[in-house]
């Protein structure tokens, strides 16, 4: 079990006499002497051969105290004392009825790079006193590590380079004097922390995947022996956008005419680019000194076009695939939309819920349909064009609308459509019928 400690005595340099319960008065001769302390820890480390080091002035102190008589003897207790040397720093903790852990902290502050000793018996009510376990010998140590050196040849600081998704060495190394550096701790973009241990020279080679281009930035500490972590190395590259890029040089070029267009990559080394219009055949040509090149191409499509474009270093390193849009301006004539049924005369206008003629025309053979609605876009319907590109339908009126409505796009065999028009007329009100 797990004790919490509260000191009852503090001493400097000397142990705390005991002052004895008078129900622990019982036969000297029946009384077993405590268990020696034992599973000492200092600083949250075990005590091991050779020592341990601590980060810290004052060290927290564990050790495990027991005796037969614990919980068996009435009025038995068991007070624990510590001792640290050469410091002679004395302690006692409160006095416990069961055996277990005790939690103890060193009561005054130690001095950074000494090496201690650290040692723990226990009196019982009788005042048995216990042999001193076995020493703990720890080594103060609180002077934080130099902050690290950082670099990598595949990702150079102030050269872009690599890309994402290609992975680069990096290398940490202890600096200054440092001699204890164990391990750095480090992070790509102040994410999730790793940790790299250090071979004999104070030296980790880590491989890092940048995953997306611009300038991004390897966070690292040197961790020494006891745990103390240096100030941070903040270590700032560029990856390079290894994807092409592609510009359009004369965008309102029709259908069938050429097009220049120019290709360009940021990659070091570029030496050609691969591309592919639409569905056609692959070319390759050599990229210029600065990684570009110039090529002519004639979209044979209106509307979008896909021209996909790869970039290739001369040793042999593919770029990812870039697929840009040449776009092939098209104009869809609008209809015009008509009724020979609402004369222009100052006529009356049909009444609600006769039947009309509705006349939509464009006189152009590239237009095969139209879309129309009747209801403000409510629902759409669609009528072939005739050979001229025009329609003609006939529709009955709703008999309480007091106002008719066509709005109406024309349609290409190719799905190109125009912009929407519409065309509106006022109806004669229906005459109530009688009764009604």
């Known amino acids: 079990m797990s004790l919490a400690r509260s000191r009852a005595v503090t001493v400097a340099t000397a142990v705390v006499a005991l002052v004895l319960p008078a129900s622990a008065a019982h036969a000297a001769e029946a009384n077993r002497p405590p268990a020696v302390p034992a599973s000492l820890t200092v600083g949250g480390l075990a005590c091991a051969p050779g020592g341990v080091f601590v980060g810290t002035t004052t060290p927290r102190v564990t050790g495990?105290?027991?005796?037969?008589?614990?919980?068996?003897?009435?009025?038995?207790?068991?007070?624990?004392?510590?001792?640290?040397?050469?410091?002679?720093?004395?302690?006692?903790?409160?006095?416990?009825?069961?055996?277990?852990?005790?939690?103890?902290?060193?009561?005054?502050?130690?001095?950074?790079?000494?090496?201690?000793?650290?040692?723990?018996?226990?009196?019982?009510?009788?005042?048995?006193?216990?042999?001193?376990?076995?020493?703990?010998?720890?080594?103060?140590?609180?002077?934080?590590?130099?902050a690290p050196a950082v670099s990598s040849a595949d990702y150079p600081a102030g050269t872009p380079s690599g890309g994402a998704g290609?992975?680069?060495?990096?290398?940490?190394?202890?600096?200054?004097?440092?001699?204890?550096?164990?391990?750095?701790?480090?992070?790509l973009n102040d994410g999730v922390p790793n940790q790299a241990p250090a071979d004999?020279?104070?030296?980790?080679?880590?491989?890092?995947?940048?995953?997306?281009?611009?300038?991004?930035?390897?966070?690292?500490?040197?961790?020494?022996?006891?745990?103390?972590?240096?100030?941070?190395?903040?270590?700032?590259?560029?990856?390079?956008?290894?994807t092409p890029r592609v510009w359009d040089q004369n965008p309102e070029a029709g259908?069938?005419?050429?097009?220049?267009?120019?290709?360009?990559?940021?990659?070091?080394?570029?030496?050609?680019?691969t591309y592919r219009l639409n569905d056609g055949p692959a070319v390759t040509v050599a990229a210029e000194a600065d990684g570009s090149s110039t090529v002519s191409v004639s979209p044979d499509r209106r509307g979008a076009n896909y021209l996909t474009v790869t970039s290739r270093t001369a040793s042999g390193v593919v770029s990812p695939e870039y697929r840009a849009t040449l776009y092939v301006p098209v104009t869809v004539p609008q209809p015009v939309v008509s009724s020979p049924d609402f004369p222009e005369d100052g006529s009356p206008a049909p009444t609600a819920g006769d039947e009309v003629t509705v006349v939509l025309r464009t006189d152009?053979?590239?237009?095969?349909?139209?879309?129309?609605?009747?209801?403000?876009?409510?629902?759409?319907?669609?009528?072939?064009?005739?050979?001229?590109?025009?329609?003609?339908?006939?529709?009955t009126t709703n008999p309480e609308a007091t106002w008719f409505e066509v709005d109406a796009r024309a349609r290409t065999a190719d799905g190109f459509e125009s912009d929407l028009v519409y065309a509106g007329w006022e109806l004669t009100p229906a005459v109530p019928s009688a009764g009604s």
């Open 64 to 146: 495990v105290f027991g005796d037969e008589d614990l919980g068996v003897v009435a009025g038995e207790r068991l007070t624990p004392e510590f001792v640290v040397r050469p410091a002679g720093v004395t302690w006692s903790e409160q006095a416990i009825a069961f055996p277990g852990t005790v939690f103890t902290t060193v009561p005054a502050a130690l001095t950074d790079g000494v090496t201690y000793q650290l040692q723990a018996r226990a009196t019982d009510a009788a005042g048995a006193v216990s042999d001193w376990s076995p020493v703990c010998t720890f080594t103060v140590d609180t002077t934080r590590p130099h």
């Open 166 to 187: 290609v992975p680069g060495t990096f290398t940490f190394a202890a600096a200054g004097d440092d001699r204890d550096v164990v391990s750095f701790r480090w992070s």
């Open 200 to 242: 004999a020279d104070g030296r980790a080679t880590v491989e890092i995947t940048p995953g997306f281009y611009g300038t991004q930035t390897v966070s690292v500490q040197a961790v020494d022996r006891t745990g103390n972590r240096s100030a941070e190395t903040r270590y700032s590259f560029t990856v390079v956008d290894r």
């Open 255 to 273: 259908l069938g005419e050429a097009r220049t267009v120019r290709l360009s990559s940021a990659v070091p080394g570029t030496a050609s680019f």
């Open 364 to 395: 152009s053979p590239e237009v095969t349909e139209f879309v129309y609605t009747l209801d403000f876009g409510a629902t759409e319907q669609t009528i072939p064009a005739d050979a001229n590109g025009n329609a003609t339908f006939r529709h």
